[in-house]
């Protein structure tokens, strides 16, 4: 069975993850991980292979976590920052980064929303190819 690999980002006032080799996991392992995201109100992505927790902590802090819940992981830390990115301002997914949105939701705000940040919700919508 693959082990999942985990690079660590950390933004301002959450930390996201992406889990590149997603694919190669077993149906069990992903359930564990979903659930370890659900548990702690985290958004995960499957389009994206990440996941994304509103929680402030430092990759040290996240490797101890993983490793106290027995999950069966490799962890790598990737210290780019993300800061100058627009953030979501509003709704459920408010302080998030827009490119950490689900797409299902940057669909929906493209036909509901009429904000002062829909021209950074289309840019993502063209971003991503949706």
């Known amino acids: 069975m693959a082990k999942a690999s985990f690079v660590?980002?950390?933004?301002?006032?959450?930390?996201?993850?992406?889990?590149?080799?997603?694919?190669?996991?077993?149906?069990e392992q992903i359930q564990e991980i979903e659930a370890f995201v659900?548990?702690?109100?985290?958004?995960?992505d499957f389009s994206r292979y990440k996941f994304s927790i509103q929680k402030r902590i430092e990759y040290r802090e996240f490797?101890?976590?993983?490793?106290?819940?027995?999950?069966?992981?490799?962890?790598?830390?990737n210290?780019?920052?993300?800061?100058?990115k627009p953030r979501i301002t509003f709704g459920n997914y408010k302080g998030m980064h827009y490119f950490e949105l689900p797409d299902s939701y940057l669909l929906w705000l493209q036909g509901n929303y009429?904000?002062?940040d829909?021209?950074?919700?289309?840019?993502e919508i063209k971003h991503r190819k949706l």
């Open 79 to 84: 210290p780019i920052v993300a800061e100058e």
């Open 8 to 27: 660590f980002t950390s933004r301002k006032n959450s930390f996201e993850v992406s889990i590149p080799n997603l694919e190669s996991l077993s149906v």
């Open 118 to 123: 829909k021209a950074i919700i289309m840019q």
């Open 38 to 44: 659900q548990k702690r109100k985290g958004v995960f």
């Open 114 to 116: 009429s904000g002062q």
């Open 63 to 77: 490797v101890k976590l993983i490793e106290s819940l027995s999950l069966d992981v490799n962890c790598s830390n």
